[in-house]
């Protein structure tokens, strides 16, 4: 199912961001982890992107990129906070989830969260790592970011601001 993206959802008037906002908290959850603090939802939405990256700490390539995706995301964010990443763990224990997620400086869905299910299989997950970059309302502006962070480095992410800005007909995430 694909729909048209009708305007920029930075222009969007309050309530009609709060009902998309909403559609993409319900998805993701209203609590995520931070280090050892719980986030709302609402904080992450503030941001111009947001990456979903399904992950494991078992994972051979998941550990070559997470601290090149690390970089990424403080590079991106050095002046300002442009983009929020989401970790989705695919840990076999939550000893592992929590070794793992402290090498991350972003937010992380709570070990075997029910939600987790939902978001791989509408995003096609089929191997990890795997990084979906989403605009704050959910849509896909890209659905596998990781080979254009190892690439492109930071042009990724302008090219990928670029992509969320035009009015393509995108699937929705949400």
Known sequence: YQRRVHGDYNKMQPKEKEKVIDKLAQKLG??????????????????????????????????????????????????????????????KSKEEYEEFRKKMPWVALPYNDP????????????????????RPDGRVVVPNGRADVQKKK??????WMTKAQEHHFMPLSI
């Open 154 to 159: 930071l042009q990724a992410f302008e090219e």
């Open 30 to 91: 209203d609590k995520l982890l931070k280090g050892t603090d719980t986030v709302t939802f609402e904080t992450l939405s503030k941001n111009k992107l947001i990456g979903l990256y399904f992950c494991a700490g078992w994972c051979p390539p998941c550990v070559t990129f997470t601290p090149l995706l690390a970089d990424f995301h403080s590079d991106v964010n050095e002046k300002e906070q442009l983009m929020e990443i989401v970790f989705v763990s695919f840990d």
């Open 115 to 134: 939600k987790k299910e939902a978001l791989v299989k509408e995003n096609n997950i089929i191997g990890i790592p795997h990084l979906v970059v989403l």
